[in-house]
């Protein structure tokens, strides 16, 4: 009987799975809602591709958002 050896697949996935809505991306990851769901259909390079954009991604979804918590939250400022 042959053992079924499990494919490693590199993904950026750190299990922080919320979409944001104004952007579609993850927080997470930055990848798409379609991007997740076809992942491990990609190709290696298509997902090598996608990887170069994320950091780019989830860093232009910190700068959009504003901290409402704290003082300024509670202020209502």
Same mark, same amino acid.
């Given at each position: 009987m042959n053992a079924v050896i499990p494919l490693e697949i590199e993904t950026p996935?750190?299990?922080v799975c919320?979409? @944001?809505p104004?952007? /579609?991306?993850c927080i997470g990851?930055?990848?798409? *809602? @379609?991007?997740?769901? /076809?992942?491990?259909?990609?190709r290696?390079?298509? *997902?090598h591709q996608i990887m170069q954009t994320?950091?780019?991604r989830v860093a232009t979804l910190t700068l959009?958002?504003?901290?409402?918590g704290g003082r300024r939250g509670r202020l209502g400022e």
């Amino acid at each position: 009987m042959n053992a079924v050896i499990p494919l490693e697949i590199e993904t950026p996935c750190i299990k922080v799975c919320v979409v @944001d809505p104004e952007t /579609g991306f993850c927080i997470g990851c930055g990848r798409t *809602r @379609d991007e997740i769901a /076809g992942w491990l259909d990609y190709r290696p390079s298509e *997902r090598h591709q996608i990887m170069q954009t994320l950091p780019e991604r989830v860093a232009t979804l910190t700068l959009r958002k504003r901290r409402k918590g704290g003082r300024r939250g509670r202020l209502g400022e």
